[in-house]
């Protein structure tokens, strides 16, 4: 079982739009839809963006939205606001366990 | 509103065994969903170490399966972690968690506790 794979940062202007992709395999990613999003700013919980694949958990904005094609995954931010600068994690289930990606870091220029 | 809290020793020695619990306030532990244990050593990103279903069912990682036991007791509606035979390398903020029902996605969080492993 080996961890998701992220770019460590990416980076964006306010107003811009970003993606994190989210690499997997045929047995995490590609196999299931249920891959997650988690933002985590310094000292805090992570706190639950996307889930399965592309649905927004009541109470966060829009400019939040995911998608999957074979065995990536994406987030995408619009609209970048400051408050958006955090670590991001995307996460999968996989044969009953599930599996993070490494994270990335992204700065709000 | 669920809310968790993990309770703990913060420094545990080498070679001995982890302990942490997750009390459960706002729902009722056995009413069902899958709870979760998580951690993130210091500057690092997030590991997954297992899960337990309100039945008693329980799901590993695999890295740490043989080292881990994870347990709920519903009448004081929480669960716990025990993770034998620590080494440095297990020096992480652990969470517990919420999975909603049928997703696998974790969205109730404690609020961390740090645990040190240091003789």
């Known amino acids: 079982q080996s961890a998701l794979t992220q770019p460590a940062s990416v980076s964006g202007s306010p107003g811009q739009s970003i993606t994190i992709s989210c690499t997997g395999t045929?047995?995490?990613?590609?196999?299931?839809?249920?891959v997650s999003w988690y933002q985590q700013h310094p000292g805090k919980a992570p706190k639950l963006m996307i889930y399965d694949v592309s649905n927004r958990p009541s109470g966060v904005s829009n400019r939040f939205s995911g998608s999957k094609s074979g065995n990536t995954a994406s987030l995408t931010i619009s609209g970048l606001q400051a408050e958006d600068e955090a670590d991001y994690y995307c996460?999968?289930?996989?044969?009953?366990?599930?599996?993070f990606g490494g994270g990335t870091k992204l700065t709000v220029l | 509103q669920v809310q968790l809290q993990e309770s703990g020793p913060g420094l545990v020695k080498p070679s001995e065994t982890l302990s942490l619990t997750c009390a459960v306030s706002?729902?009722?532990?056995?009413?069902?969903?899958?709870w979760g244990w998580i951690r993130q050593p210091p500057g690092k990103g997030l590991e997954w170490i297992g899960s337990i279903y309100h039945s008693g069912s329980t799901y590993y990682n695999p890295s740490l399966k043989s080292r881990v036991t994870i347990s709920v007791d519903t009448s004081k509606n929480q669960f716990s972690l025990k993770l034998s035979s620590v080494t440095a390398a297990d020096t992480a903020v652990y969470y517990c968690?919420?999975?909603?029902?049928?997703?696998?996605?974790?969205?109730?969080w404690g609020q961390g506790t740090l645990v040190t492993v240091s003789s």
């Open positions: 045929s047995s995490d990613v590609g196999g299931y839809n249920y």
């Open positions: 996460s999968s289930y996989t044969s009953s366990a599930r599996v």
């Open positions: 968690a919420r999975e909603n029902s049928g997703s696998y996605s974790l969205g109730y």
């Open positions: 706002g729902y009722s532990i056995s009413s069902g969903y899958y």
